[in-house]
């Protein structure tokens, strides 16, 4: 079945640049998304990428796409204390398909 | 504007309680979503509605009963809950077919469920 992983926490300087990774077993596959959730929120959708790019930048955040190690990124520059969520990866095959999520990468900034 | 929005935001029940969830956009989006999520965990996919019509059920018990009165408007029907049953329930909607879509789901900030 679908399987999407991610590592638990990530703990950054405040200033540096924040790397969280994921790995999608799915090889349909073909938009994959980065969300962002604050304690007692909804998701914020962050960014996407197709599954037939390599990179996508949007100002702070860089996503880059390993299609054939299934491997997914999210570079976030110069983090800020609030940058500090819980960070998930999800993948779908597109159309009113659900969302596979990954378990969701906790984000500590350090002062 | 990409909001989507929920209500209550709260809410504690009973189990013999019969309560709604409900959850608007105004997008045009024809694909809307329930999910459920618990602490500490990822949200896992309840009902797909496409064009107003239900197209996924991922097995839901029947005491969860969606509805999908028009296109801008998800309901969640709620009967006869047990404590496990607590959970954020997140409604998302997004595009079903488009040149170039993105097929983004937007969610909704969710209804924070406590059964007692």
């Known amino acids: 079945g679908e399987d999407v992983e991610q590592s638990l926490f990530l703990s950054v300087r405040e200033g540096d640049s924040s790397v969280i990774n994921c790995t999608y077993t799915d090889s349909s596959s073909t938009y994959l998304y980065w969300y962002k959730q604050e304690p007692g929120a909804g998701l914020q959708l962050l960014t996407y990428i197709f599954s037939n790019m390599d990179m996508k930048q949007d100002q702070r955040l860089t996503v880059l796409l390993n299609k054939k190690d299934k491997h997914l990124s999210l570079r976030i520059a110069d983090t800020q204390t609030g940058d500090s969520a819980i960070y998930f990866c999800?993948?779908?095959?597109?159309?009113?398909?659900?969302?596979?999520f990954g378990k969701g990468t906790h984000l500590i900034i350090q002062p | 504007d990409t909001e989507v929005t929920q209500t209550p935001k709260h809410l504690v029940m009973g189990m013999t309680n019969k309560k709604s969830l409900k959850c608007e956009q105004h997008m045009g989006h024809r694909a809307m979503y329930w999910y459920k999520q618990k602490a500490k965990k990822p949200p896992e996919l309840m009902f797909v509605?496409?064009?107003?019509?239900?197209?996924i059920n991922e097995s839901v018990p029947s005491r969860f009963s969606p509805e999908c009165p028009n296109s801008s408007l998800l309901n969640l029907h709620l009967h006869a809950l047990q404590p496990e049953d607590s959970a954020l329930y997140l409604c998302?909607?997004?595009?079903?077919?488009?040149?170039?879509?993105?097929?983004?789901?937007?969610f909704g900030p969710g209804t924070r469920l406590t059964v007692t």
């Open positions: 999800a993948e779908t095959g597109g159309g009113a398909d659900g969302l596979t």
């Open positions: 509605y496409s064009y107003e019509k239900l197209s």
């Open positions: 998302a909607s997004s595009q079903v077919v488009g040149i170039a879509s993105s097929y983004e789901q937007y």
